[in-house]
């Protein structure tokens, strides 16, 4: 996977472009120069992808905790280790670690499996088709709620109990940002503990400067950005095990608690806009349908696991019995529980004059449900990456199963996924409300809806590159057998999908950006830079999904063209450094529109309501292939097991243990994207467009006065 990200530090760099904007010229060339210095600069320090030499089959002892001692490989030892002879035994042992892969070995060994089919899906396709959906939803209602609750903050008026609200809503989005730069630092710069340093700096700058905040102690932004910076790194550098600090950690603590206390101070003092209370609470409706979408879909997936596949779950139950038994159980009470009251007490808190008590509401839901994202990442990556030595499997604690090596990766990627998730399924609500509104204003408002969701989409699509990154490393350090399974192998065509996928994204996203600043007054000065930044993505997407091969595998197998093969002249388009410079060109230059973007907003008048009509089917265009994106990702990763339940220790007997093919899985991965697509189309309709048909004639009630409490 790829990596790419830009500090968030970004005001000296915007106010030189704003000088600047009156030369086109300048401008052009200044922009063009700093996106081939950082384009330079990556490609030579970039470091490749690590490869680890562990051998495939380096513990066989697996069998062993697996229950499945094979009797018959005794008496072989046995026999061998009575006649001797070095290289014959060797040559047998090599022999007996193929054939490995084609016996029935661990828990799996009696088990003697019944075919299931239903509605003419077999057992893999049918639990595949009910867990892809369970996962879309459940990304939904995890990934809207992080923003929702900013978002019903920036449209309530300052009372005293919202401000002590925003000190929670300020700390949980410090958190979250915390963790991406963290992570990102601890990549690109390889600072150890980076991901630690973000968390505890930004989350303690924003705790610090909203607390002085909120007795309006600490008003000036600079001056709040100056104390956080300072608090944040000295808390987390006390908090952070490390034995002797360096200079990077000390920065990116400095640089995370700066910027908690800009969020701080920002969301504390901004202005309330109603714009922000209204599609809040639309979006929450919405998510409101998709939960009980999500508990069904659930209880589907456990019925199919249960009777498809009962030998497995049985087992996957017993080896996390708290976890299954006590914490998901108590999670997911609390999380409905917390759901409803969000959902149902939004107007009665309101009326009340008991917004921040709603807000609160809403930073706890966050927290349940992140939490039981977190916990349910532990088996899935359970199955994934097994903790070694694979021997003492059954002698470890179920902690140990959780906190295996791709778990914490998967938990960044998920944060962040279902994050762009969220923000492209609010470009699709605002699409659809725009193309059914036939009033003046409704269209203004609901382009509006279009702007924030691409703009929430791409600003956390930015960093979900290096998240990537981070999980497959783990996974090569972990075994490079998968890796190379993924990257080099019978996936490595599923891996140039996702390739296309993310390419034709993030040139998606920077085309809305392109149709709809020319809504706005002064907009054109940044047009000549952003159309050299389109030449760079078309390159850099086209060298991003290049591959090595045409076929999927190491070596041509029989049937194949030999010729397949990209030129030697062309070869390193397919080497990691390659792909690094192109995924972070694509990344900076779809910032650095960001930028410009942003900027345009704030210098010019947008005349909503007036934007291209291509903007709105951009728009639902995007949403659509970032369900397919998600979809696809999950299917890699799970055929990235090959044929084991859990990795070299439960063996998949099945008779569809093999790797689908292309097709196959594509035609089915588009078949559930499209029935989710279409499910969630009618939720918007029946949560959104279909009240407001019943009440043309009411206007949207106002903003209730907020007393203080």
């Known amino acids: 996977m790829e990596n790419g990200y830009l500090s968030p530090s970004f005001r000296p760099f915007i106010q030189v472009m704003m000088k600047q904007s009156q030369s086109p010229f300048k401008s052009t060339f200044f922009k063009s120069l700093i996106c081939l210095i950082f384009v330079y600069v990556l490609g030579h320090l970039t470091p490749f992808l690590p490869v680890t030499s562990n051998p495939i089959f380096a513990n066989l002892s697996f069998q062993t905790l697996a229950h499945a001692e094979d009797e018959e490989e005794e008496e072989e030892d046995e026999g061998e280790g009575e006649e001797g002879g070095g ?166 603590a400095l640089v995370n608690g700066a910027v908690g206390g800009l969020i701080s101070n920002g969301i504390m003092f901004a202005q309330s806009d109603y714009k922000f209370e209204r599609l809040a609470h639309e979006i929450t409706k919405v998510i409101g349908i998709c939960y009980s979408f999500t508990a069904l879909s659930g209880g589907l997936f456990l019925f199919v696991m249960l009777v498809a596949y009962q030998d497995f779950i049985t087992y996957l139950i017993s080896s996390f019995p708290v976890l299954f038994m006590v914490a998901y159980p108590t999670l997911f009470i609390l999380e409905t529980i917390i759901m409803y009251i969000y959902v149902y007490s939004w107007d009665p808190l309101n009326k009340s004059n008991k917004k921040g008590r709603h807000i609160v509401t809403g930073v706890i839901l966050n927290i349940l449900g992140l939490s039981l994202l977190v916990a349910l990442d532990g088996p899935a990556t359970f199955m994934q990456t097994p903790p070694k030595p694979l021997d003492q499997l059954m002698n470890i604690s179920e902690w140990d199963k959780i906190a295996n090596m791709v778990w914490m990766p998967l938990n960044y990627h998920r944060l962040v996924g279902n994050g762009t998730f969220g923000g492209y399924m609010v470009c699709i609500i605002g699409a659809y409300m725009y193309l059914w509104s036939d009033k003046k204003e409704e269209r203004e408002y609901y382009d509006w809806v279009g702007y924030i969701g691409n703009l929430i989409g791409v600003a956390i699509m930015i960093p979900l590159p290096a998240m990537g990154y981070i999980f497959v490393r783990e996974i090569y350090q972990y075994d490079a057998t998968i890796g190379m399974y993924i990257m080099s192998d019978r996936e490595s065509m599923f891996m140039l999908v996702q390739g296309l996928l993310v390419g034709t994204m993030f040139s998606a996203s920077n085309i809305y950006m392109w149709v709809s600043m ?192």
């Open 87 to 252: 290289e014959e035994e060797a040559s047998a042992e090599e022999e007996a670690e193929d054939l490995s892969y084609l016996t029935d070995i661990g828990p799996a060994a009696d088990h003697e499996f019944k075919e299931f089919s239903f509605l003419g899906m077999s057992n893999r396709k049918l639990t595949w088709a009910a867990a892809q959906l369970h996962i879309l939803f459940a990304s939904f209602i995890l990934g809207c709620p992080m923003f929702v609750v900013i978002m019903e903050v920036m449209g309530a008026r300052r009372t005293q109990g919202v401000r002590k609200a925003i000190i929670l809503s300020n700390v949980f989005l410090a958190v979250l940002i915390g963790v991406v730069i963290g992570i990102t630092g601890e990549i690109i710069v390889g600072i150890h503990h980076g991901v630690l340093y973000g968390l505890w700096a930004c989350a303690f700058g924003a705790l610090f400067v909203s607390f002085l905040n909120y007795f309006h102690k600490l008003m000036n932004i600079r001056a709040s950005a100056f104390v956080g910076a300072v608090f944040g790194a000295l808390l987390s550098m006390a908090l952070t095990p490390v034995e002797h600090y360096e200079v990077s950690g000390i920065i990116l």
């Open 518 to 709: 020319k809504r706005i007054e002064n907009a054109e000065r940044f047009f000549p830079a952003m159309k050299f930044g389109f030449i760079l993505i078309v390159i850099s997407a086209t060298i991003w999904f290049t591959p090595r091969r045409f076929f999927a595998t190491m070596l041509p197998e029989p049937h194949m063209n030999p010729d397949m093969v990209l030129p030697d002249n062309l070869a390193f388009l397919a080497l990691m450094i390659s792909k690094n410079t192109a995924a972070f060109c694509l990344v900076t230059v779809t910032f650095i529109n960001y930028i410009f973007y942003t900027i345009a907003t704030k210098t010019g008048k947008v005349h909503y309501g007036k934007v291209n009509p291509l903007a709105p089917y951009v728009l639902i265009f995007l949403g659509f292939a970032d369900i397919w994106l998600m979809s696809w990702m999950g299917t890699i990763r799970e055929l990235s097991r090959m044929n084991w339940h859990v990795y070299k220790v439960f063996k998949d007997v099945t008779p569809e243990k093999f790797a689908p093919s292309l097709a196959e899985s594509g035609f089915h991965v588009t078949t559930l994207v499209w029935t989710f697509f279409i499910l969630m189309t009618a939720i918007i309709w029946i949560g959104i467009k279909y009240p407001k048909t019943k009440k043309k004639e009411v206007e949207p009630t106002q903003a209730e006065p907020q007393m203080a409490e």
